[in-house]
Nanobody, 126 residues
C-alpha cells in the first residue's frame, strides 16, 4: 500500500509563502496521480492541485492558480506545493493524496484518491 506523509505547514502572515512537502513510499500505478487537498473548519475537503507523476501534467483550481505550484522530485519521491501570496482564506488543513489514473487526466476528485496523509496545518493571518 502506498503511504504518503506531509510536512511543512505553519503560520504566516497574509502575502507570505510556505512550501509543503509530501514523501511518498514508492511510485507505482497506484500513485501515478498525486494531489493536494485542503479542508477548512466546517467545510468540505477540496482538491486544489494535482500532478501526473508520469508525464508531469498539472491541474489547479481557479482559487490557487497563479499563486500555488505543484511539483515533484522523483529521485526523492517527494511532492511539493509552493504557496505564494497567501491569504487568510487559504487557512486549512492540507492533505497529500495519491491515486491511480482513473480518468484521462489527474484531477482533484476526492474519491479518485486512496492514499492519504495525516495533514499539515496552514494558518494565514491578516
Amino acid at each position: 500500500e502506498v503511504q504518503v506523509e506531509e510536512s511543512g505547514g505553519g503560520s504566516v502572515q497574509a502575502g507570505g509563502s510556505l512550501r509543503l512537502s509530501c514523501v511518498v513510499s514508492y511510485y507505482t500505478y497506484a500513485s501515478r496521480c498525486m494531489a493536494w487537498f485542503r479542508q477548512a473548519p466546517g467545510a468540505e475537503r477540496e482538491g486544489i492541485a494535482a500532478i501526473d507523476t508520469s508525464g508531469g501534467d498539472t491541474f489547479y483550481v481557479d482559487s490557487v492558480k497563479g499563486r500555488f505550484t505543484i511539483s515533484q522530485d522523483n529521485a526523492e519521491k517527494t511532492l511539493y506545493l509552493q504557496m505564494n501570496s497567501l491569504i487568510p482564506d487559504d487557512t486549512a488543513m492540507y492533505y497529500c493524496a495519491a491515486g491511480p489514473p482513473i480518468r484521462q487526466e489527474c484531477g482533484v476528485q476526492r474519491y479518485d484518491y486512496f492514499s492519504w496523509g495525516q495533514g499539515t496545518q496552514v494558518t494565514v493571518s491578516s
